[in-house]
């Protein structure tokens, strides 16, 4: 369970906005006075810029599902383990309670940050 709720913390961190290493902001010149110019003021090839751009958020994007799938694996194990963890004890055992408060505390940060979790995941 201690390696579900690492992989839940580590998931939802990169669910907060991290970005990948090897994928820099693409800063995008300011655009000449004709809006249907094909190169920007410095020289910069709009298209292939905008191309840039559509790259690196396609990208992240990817990243970023799968994130949450890995966050919603985690999450469906940690329910697995509170179930099997209740089960073996007695369902007012104070670890079962603590169990369950903390799989509250993991759905609702998978929620905010992913969505509705699909079953099998």
Partial sequence: ??????????ALGACAGARPASAPPVTMPAPSATPAA???AGGVDRGQ??????NRTSVELELAVAQCLVA???LASMERAVEQLCVLSEQEDERCKRARERLVRARELVMR???TCVAGQ
């Fill in 1 to 10: 369970m201690r390696q579900a709720a690492f992989v839940l913390a580590f």
């Fill in 38 to 40: 094909t190169v920007w």
């Fill in 49 to 54: 810029a905008l191309e840039a751009e559509i």
């Fill in 72 to 74: 919603c694996r985690a």
């Fill in 113 to 115: 940050a992913c969505g």
